[in-house]
């Protein structure tokens, strides 16, 4: 049985805020290196277009190609991929699919206008974006369920072309992805992937068209080209390592609660994974019941890495106090596996997504329960939301004056260009005031 030297906390230790202070420093050193390279390469691809993806994608990727029209992945390349899937595959694949759509068509916004009493119409005029680029890791990390979960909300939000990214290093295809992408409706799908995709999709190229917002996850290159293009094009977030907090009262199973802990802490040594309990005892059978079931863990040592370096388990002396270090955290799984988890939702202000229930676990949202699982981030749900069909669309403001109306506003338009010393919009106002 595996020993996991992990954080154990009190409240009521005298240097509790010390070490909590410590457990939540999200600081890290920058990786220069990666940074340059990412500069070096968006740079190159802005400037020499498709030639410079060519070189990339066969110096990074292994994989050579004439022109990057042979690198696209046609429909009919993506529905054979569906097809050929086995049955239990693609029904989970189209399953999930239909509850996420199904939870995202509630999120969709309407344009909508009103008439002021002087009769100026009054309004919101809401339109989706045209182009939208999504990143999906390929190789080993391969990710169907992100495919899911990006493409998805935008095609309910009506995007009229969704182009994915996906690298085929030494020219190997994951099947599942492109059977996501057909399941999701994607529209076009390029075998590139890294930082000289992000520079394609947000610059363009002679072959691939310049998108509006990038999504979808990647490696810290990638991160870091997504930072770069910012402002040039939208993205959507720029994620740090998963996180889960589980808050427990001690009534519910330790094994699976030392399991949800398991299922973020494998995605990464950085990812972070932490007990609150008013329950001391329980705490610690938690810590017994992750030593025993560590070893059966393919991933076990990357959960033992994460839990060691940045894991916890905190005993707090009641529910007030559960909450109050919840909101500090701003985590971005919250599990609350409680007698009553709706009553302690409603006290919850920051969380990317709540899973509410000892029966709830984190896992069924990453795939299939419906909400999109692309989730704030070390510390962001304080001011951020999860990914939905409102980032990929936009809101424009609606304003039509009548002749009464016009006369009105151009009076106090008037005097407040004037107060700003600004003559031509004064003027531009006052020319449909009424003599």
Not at 50 to 58: G, H, I, N, Q, V
Not at 171 to 188: F, K, Q, S
Request: glycine letters at 6%; a negative charge.
């Amino acid at each position: 049985m595996s020993t996991i030297n992990i954080r154990q906390l009190d409240s009521i230790d005298k240097d509790f805020q010390a070490a909590v202070d410590a457990l939540l420093d999200r600081e890290q050193e920058s990786d220069v290196e990666a940074e340059k390279i990412a500069r070096e390469v968006v740079d190159t691809v802005r400037r020499g277009g498709d030639k410079a993806l060519l070189e990339y994608t066969a110096r990074f990727d292994r994989f050579t190609a004439d022109n990057v029209a042979a690198l696209e992945i046609s429909l009919k390349q993506l529905q054979a991929a569906r097809e050929a899937l086995a049955d239990d595959a693609r029904a989970a694949l189209e399953q999930a699919a239909e509850r996420v759509r199904r939870y995202h068509e509630h999120q969709k916004s309407e344009s909508w206008r009103y008439t002021e009493t002087d009769g100026t119409v009054l309004g919101q005029q809401v339109t989706p974006l045209d182009r939208v680029g999504l990143y999906v890791p390929g190789g080993k990390a391969a990710y169907p369920s992100s495919v899911l979960m990006n493409a998805i909300p935008a095609k309910v939000a009506g995007v009229a072309e969704l182009i994915m990214v996906v690298p085929t290093p030494d020219g190997v295809v994951n099947e599942m992805v492109l059977a996501a992408a057909a399941i999701a409706g994607v529209d076009r799908v390029f075998a590139i992937g890294g930082a000289q995709a992000v520079a394609a999709l947000a610059y363009g190229t002679e072959t691939i068209p310049k998108v509006d917002k990038i999504v979808g996850p990647g490696n810290i290159y990638v991160a870091n080209a997504k930072r770069l293009v910012f402002g040039a094009v939208d993205i959507d977030m720029i994620a740090g390592p998963s996180e889960i907090v589980v808050v427990c009262d001690g009534e519910t199973d330790a094994d699976w609660v030392a399991m949800d802990l398991f299922s973020q802490a494998e995605h990464d040594e950085l990812a972070q994974s932490i007990l609150i309990s008013t329950d001391a005892e329980f705490t610690s059978k938690v810590k017994a019941a992750m030593e025993r079931l560590l070893d059966d863990m393919p991933r076990r040592d990357i959960i033992k890495a994460s839990l060691e370096g940045r894991g916890a388990l905190i005993t707090v002396a009641n529910d007030d106090a559960a909450i109050e270090l919840v909101n500090t955290i701003a985590p971005e799984h919250l599990e609350l596996s409680v007698a009553d988890p709706e009553a302690m939702a409603a006290r919850v202000r920051h969380a990317g997504a709540i899973f509410m229930g000892r029966y709830t676990a984190e896992a069924v949202g990453d795939y299939c329960a419906g909400p999109n699982h692309v989730l704030p981030t070390s510390g962001t749900a304080r001011f951020s939301s999860p990914l939905g069909v409102y980032d990929f669309q936009k809101r424009s403001s609606l304003i039509m004056c009548t002749a009464d109306s016009a006369d009105q506003l151009g009076r106090t338009a008037s005097v407040l260009a004037r107060g700003e010393g600004l003559v031509a919009h004064a003027r531009s106002a006052e020319y449909r005031v009424k003599d």
